[in-house]
């Protein structure tokens, strides 16, 4: 099991410029996530979604979209960079199917992204 | 929303003290509750979580927290800690039964002096 990675490990963007993000998760978990993790602020979460086909807005959606066409694939989409985007993000799964009770988050290693 | 907060952002001890990470958390339902630990340039894995039962949790390095759901805290302790353990701690909270969403804290880096 490769549980959850993520794609690129790196990118240096310039302002304007679009770019995707992929997440796969090889654990045949419902529901992943996108987080960005900035100093002093911990984790704030970007998108999420509860199952293929469905996404929902964090609590810092703007500028961001994101698309679960397969169930093992979370991809999140920058459409127009800006610096303030500069950030380590963070992809993670959780709750496998089948009534199977299980909270814990597993998480990706992390994209450095970094808005010129 | 849930609101997690970790008062210290930093702490340091030295190698073989005592150390506490605080925790508390916002809420007027039965939440779980975790513990992840970050280590240099990683992501976060779990280091341990309460779900229900026994409010004494502990991980497999030492590690140890207590739900107490009357002052709102899961604290996080180690009765003497290593080197390896110099990284970022995060706290997290999840509603009962399961939401969508997890709230994390801000974070607490811990630094082992040798």
């Known amino acids: 099991n490769a549980g959850v990675t993520q794609t690129p490990k790196f990118r240096v963007l310039k302002t304007g410029q679009s770019m995707t993000l992929l997440c796969a998760q090889d654990?045949?978990?419902?529901?992943m996530y996108w987080y960005r993790q900035d100093p002093g602020m911990g984790l704030r979460l970007i998108h999420y979604s509860v199952g293929e086909g469905t996404t929902a807005k964090g609590e810092v959606p703007d500028g961001y979209n994101v698309s679960r066409l397969k169930k093992q694939n979370f991809l999140l989409g920058l459409e127009s960079a800006a610096p303030s985007q500069t950030s380590v993000y963070f992809c993670a799964s959780s709750w496998p199917s089948a009534g199977v009770v299980e909270e814990t988050q597993y998480f990706g290693p992390g994209t450095r992204l970094l808005v010129l | 929303a849930q609101s997690v907060t970790q008062l210290d952002s930093q702490v340091p001890v030295f190698e073989e003290a005592p150390v506490e990470l605080r925790c508390n958390y916002s809420s007027s339902v039965s939440v779980y509750l975790f513990w992840y630990v970050q280590y240099p340039n990683q992501g976060l894995q779990l280091l341990l979580k309460?779900?229900?039962?026994?409010?004494l949790v502990e991980s497999i390095n030492g590690f140890e927290a207590e739900f107490n759901k009357s002052q709102t805290s899961f604290h996080l302790r180690k009765p003497s800690v290593h080197i390896s353990d110099t990284a970022e701690y995060f706290c997290a909270v999840s509603e009962v039964p399961p939401g969508n969403q997890f709230y994390f804290g801000t974070g607490t880096s811990l630094t082992v002096i040798p």
């Open positions: 654990m045949n978990h419902e529901y």
């Open positions: 309460y779900l229900s039962g026994s409010t």
